[in-house]
């Protein structure tokens, strides 16, 4: 496959890496950096074009007819495949967990109708059998030349692309902050760190086992348990910034969004990239960060702020 770091689909120099000020911070020696992947793309920002990338890349060389993968009805991941899909000219079908949604169901589903999605609404019994290998190979067979890409995006091609950020830091850094869902990501951001920078994960899920998570993923990514362990010994989980769990979050949490939006322009999102941004600002009020090269990978997510504001009646981004 070929694997130059551009892809005419999208272009990564959108996301830039931004320094911000946070006085307390600053004064403290500490140099924050964001690595702004919510910028690269609207709707197939942040991780998610990390993680799609080579896929896309693998159904254009391989002359697939087009790709079909799974996704929740507000699914960031769903629509980043709608849209990139959409631009590669290429059919995309979204199996959504559900089978008592419709296309109108919310704007992420109506969206990902319009950008050409073929969506189709499974009950979450079927939604359980998303990774079964028997399920998904009826699924191939019933749509003959549709290339599968999982739920979240989080195969091999996924990690791989979520490794290549950090081609485009060229600033020491001691330590990243990254939000952490199926942990392909983090992952990826670990297999690609420099050696003596620590990795900072948190999961969005309450009682997830992200070291056993990552474990399995690793060893399955590089085949080897020692060297898993080994790089594991770099991660550093914050299990307590999930704000009661996946989809949850409380009025404090938007509070900080609107704060963070007002004093540095960064739009957060209160499903992932907020909670991980919360998280680190707790860390970084603790002395030994002093004189430290901070990064937070904003994963993008942007988009299902709309939905979050009608629903609570806010604007989380105004000046
Ligand atoms: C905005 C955002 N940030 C972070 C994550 C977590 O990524 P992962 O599931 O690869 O751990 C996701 C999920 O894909 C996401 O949508």
Request: aromatic letters at 12%.
């Amino acid at each position: 496959m070929n694997t130059e770091t551009n892809h005419p689909l999208f272009d990564t120099s959108l996301s830039i890496l931004q320094e911000i000020n946070i006085p307390r911070f600053t004064a403290r020696g500490i140099k924050l950096f964001i690595k702004r992947d919510d910028l690269i793309h609207k709707e197939v920002s942040g991780n998610k074009w990390r993680k799609l990338k080579y896929n896309l890349l693998q159904v254009q060389q391989g002359n697939y007819l087009g790709v079909f993968t799974f996704g929740g009805a507000y699914s960031n991941h769903l629509l980043a495949t709608a849209s990139a899909a959409n631009r590669a000219n290429i059919k995309s079908i979204g199996f959504v967990r559900g089978d008592e949604l419709t296309e109108n169901s919310n704007n992420t589903l109506k969206r990902c109708t319009e950008l050409g999605m073929q969506l189709i609404f499974i009950s979450r019994e079927e939604y359980a059998l998303r990774n079964d290998k028997q399920y998904i190979d009826e699924l191939k067979s019933e749509h003959t030349n549709f290339y599968f890409v999982p739920e979240g995006g989080g195969n091999y091609l996924g990690i791989v692309g979520c490794q290549e950020i950090w081609k485009e830091i060229n600033q020491t850094i001691d330590e990243v902050f990254v939000a952490q869902g199926t942990t392909a990501t983090s992952c990826g951001v670990l297999l690609g760190k420099p050696a003596n920078c620590k990795l900072h994960v948190i999961p969005v899920l309450k009682g997830f086992d992200a070291y056993a998570e990552m474990l399995n993923k690793l060893k399955w990514f590089l085949f080897q348990e020692d060297l898993a362990k080994e790089l594991l010994e770099d991660v550093v989980i914050h299990h307590e910034y999930h704000f009661g769990g996946y989809g949850k979050y409380t009025h404090d949490l938007l509070t900080f969004i609107q704060e963070v939006y007002q004093n540095s322009k960064i739009p957060l999102d209160p499903i992932y990239t907020a909670k991980a941004f919360y998280g680190m600002f707790k860390e970084l009020e603790i002395k030994t960060y002093d004189n430290k090269h901070i990064l937070f990978i904003h994963t993008g997510g942007i988009q299902v702020c709309k939905e979050i504001e009608i629903k609570n009646n806010i604007s989380l981004f105004t000046n």
